[in-house]
């Protein structure tokens, strides 16, 4: 199992954590023995979270904790130096595991080093680059880690082969005696998985020694060193994590291996099973997870609760193996079927292939023998999707999918090999059926011994927020998406880059109102959505503020919207030119309902006029202007949409953070209508 970013891994999420986290205010740093996490706070993206675990990894977590109720003398040192103050730049230190992220101003700005590799270690250094403070002090024979001393790189280790042009590969292996990861990963600045795959690319075993290499080996090295260097250059294509399903027969909690995680497919793991994610932070946060000690405060759960979690975990876990041998099995099961239908093709495909190898020919001589028969529509050749010779596998097209065959056996034997691994499956299916009503059955005993079971307690994530909700949003009734600008940059934002040739361009008669815009992919909106936008464009001006009962509000083509000034005058920063005739909606009422679209285990908020969040929201409430103070006013939603909701979902609310429902409230104070 994996248990760190190698320095490749470092260098593929970079720009992740450069997106979210350059430009952020850092709200607040906590630490969870030796985890660190950074809260971070970007005006026009909202909150983000970034994790540091020295010694093992740094990417984005979404994923809530208990923080401490007393923080470490470390972290509160950090928080002193860092809290408030802005990530400027997010870098690596060459290719090694070292992250450094500069924080503070254009005039004065310290650095937060964290070191990934061996023990690992986070430090603090001034603006001259002077060790201020660290987690761990120690003197080493290149360099001393200790207070007030100049900090000092580790020395490079091998050949940075992303940015180095002039290395060669043979000079790099000569002399060595040890088999081919420990050489390339002793001669390249790389992790031994980056050499096992470089391996694989090649053709190579990864055991065999680097001194029985071959002129052609050397070839087939360099060729499939440069492929995984195009990869690590493309960036993340396919963010995974790889797991190894093979539960013991008489193992009724058995999981998954988790084996690995990924930026992009590696040939290695081609036998895996893997799960896909957005990101590969988000594959990295879910390879990890989040201990228990992390999610509790200092009254810890009771030992029946967590039991309860740990059965009913595995339970699911086991579920979802059935799920993965009954796919195995059919799949090896259509394997061997389509190996019978075209059998005659297959063993000449067979024959061929396996004839060049006994013969003495290279790898690169029979994949160029294959390109040249595809080029002439040879039959044979084009059922030839690609070789693995590291497997001694050839991939062939039957009938539309792709089918691994063994060269070192006949097409009968191949077939016989997928029946026999799906026949393995199906009896696993069963021993697996069994141990989950094993698993049942101690479940339902433990329940059984609690008068009132507690309820299971799962980590909770941050909800990732939806690239409209930068700005104020609802849907009208109709299904239009209506948004609005928070401030100056975002109304600029709104009427410049979101505003399309179709949609509609609405403002209210009062002072301090936000632009508003109709998104319209096709349809034209009815007058219920115009009301209902002019509604919430009042509702977010200073008529709030203000007491004000209701206003004027008029809308606009975006063609009648210009934001470039007459000539020989000034036009503000955010502000725009109107022209034409204005179509006005009078006497718009205010009019606010605050509710939650429940999706997925998420309560997402939503505020807008009370007809639209009732027919969009599945719980409400109506608020009006008021003095009571905003964060009273949160509260009192908050505990409202509780009430609302059924037992089994009202979690959710306390799951949501009160900047959530603040965001979707107008400035100003408020109440709550009974």
């Known amino acids: 199992m994996k248990s760190s970013m190698s320095n490749v891994d470092i260098r593929i999420i970079l720009p992740e954590l450069k997106e979210t986290a350059e430009g952020a205010f850092i709200k607040n740093i906590y630490q969870y023995g030796d985890v660190f996490v950074l809260k971070l706070y970007q005006p026009t993206k909202g909150n983000s979270q970034l994790l540091i675990q020295p010694g093992s990894r740094s990417h984005l977590t979404e994923f809530r904790r208990v923080a401490p109720r007393v923080p470490s003398k470390f972290c509160t040192t950090l928080r002193k130096y860092l809290r408030d103050r802005r990530i400027l730049s997010i870098k690596q230190h060459d290719l090694d595991r070292i992250i450094i992220f500069e924080v503070g101003d254009e005039e004065s700005s310290h650095k937060l080093v964290a070191e990934l590799f061996g023990n690992g270690n986070l430090l603090l250094l001034d603006p001259t680059d002077m060790i201020f403070v660290a987690k761990h002090y120690k003197r080493m024979r290149d360099r001393d880690v200790i207070p007030r001393a100049q900090y000092v790189f580790p020395p490079q280790r091998g050949v940075d082969v992303l940015t180095a042009e002039d290395y060669k590969l043979r000079e790099l292996l000569v002399d060595s005696e040890a088999n081919m990861v420990r050489t390339l990963s002793s001669r390249l600045n790389l992790d031994s998985q980056s050499c096992e795959e470089i391996c694989a690319l090649a053709g190579i075993a990864s055991s065999r020694k680097a001194d029985s290499l071959t002129e052609q080996d050397m070839d087939d090295l360099e060729a499939g060193l440069q492929k995984f260097v195009q990869k690590v250059k493309e960036g993340v294509t396919n963010p995974c994590i790889l797991e190894d399903f093979n539960p013991e027969e008489d193992d009724d909690e058995y999981e998954p291996e988790l084996v690995s995680f990924a930026p992009f497919e590696f040939e290695m793991f081609h036998e895996l099973t893997s799960k896909c994610y957005d990101s590969f932070s988000q594959a990295i946060d879910e390879f990890f997870g989040v201990s228990e000690t992390e999610q509790e405060d200092e009254v810890e759960q009771s030992t029946f609760t967590k039991e309860q979690m740990k059965l009913q975990k595995i339970i699911e876990k086991q ?108 009896a696993k299916i069963k021993g697996a059926e069994a141990q989950i009503a094993k698993t049942r059955e101690k479940l339902d005993k433990l329940e059984a011994s609690f008068v009132e079971p507690t309820a299971k307690k799962t980590p909770i994530k941050y909800r990732q927020k939806r690239w409209y909700e930068k700005f104020r949003w609802f849907y009208s009734t109709e299904g239009f998406l209506v948004l609005g600008g928070r401030d100056a940059k975002t109304n600029e934002q709104l009427a410049k880059r979101q505003m399309n040739a179709n949609d509609v361009f609405l403002h209210a008669s009062v002072h301090g109102a936000p632009y508003v815009v109709v998104k319209v992919p096709d349809k034209e909106p009815g007058q219920v959505t115009l009301e209902e936008a002019a509604q919430f464009a009042v509702t977010f001006s200073r008529a709030w503020q203000d007491g004000f009962s209701g206003g004027d509000a008029y809308w606009l083509s975006p063609e009648q919207v210009s934001f470039t000034p007459p000539s020989g005058e000034y036009l503000p920063s955010g502000s725009v030119m109107m022209y034409g005739t204005k179509n006005y909606i009078r006497n718009v009422p205010i009019n606010l309902g605050v509710g939650l679209i429940i999706e997925d285990d998420q309560a997402i908020p939503m505020s807008g006029p009370i007809a639209s969040v009732e027919a969009k929201c599945d719980v409400f409430v109506k608020v009006k202007p008021a003095e009571e103070k905003k964060g009273q006013l949160v509260k009192d939603i908050s505990a409202a949409l509780k009430r609302l909701l059924p037992e089994e979902q009202r979690y959710l609310v306390d799951q949501m953070q009160q900047e959530d429902i603040m965001r979707v409230l107008p400035p100003g104070g408020g109440k709550v209508v009974d």
């Open 319 to 426: 579920e979802e193996g059935i799920s993965i041998l009954a796919e195995k099995a059919e799949k090896e099961r259509v394997k061997g079927d389509l190996i019978y239908n075209q059998f005659q093709t297959v063993q000449e495909v067979l024959e061929t292939v396996s004839g060049a190898r006994t013969s003495g020919r290279p790898w690169s001589d029979i994949m160029k023998i294959i390109e040249e028969g595809k080029a002439k529509e040879n039959a044979t050749a084009l059922m030839i999707e690609r070789i693995i010779p590291s497997q001694a596998e050839i991939v062939v097209n039957l009938q539309d999918m792709q089918v691994s065959l063994d060269i070192r056996l006949n097409a009968q034997d191949n077939a016989s090999k997928s029946y026999d691994v799906a026949k393995k499956s199906r």
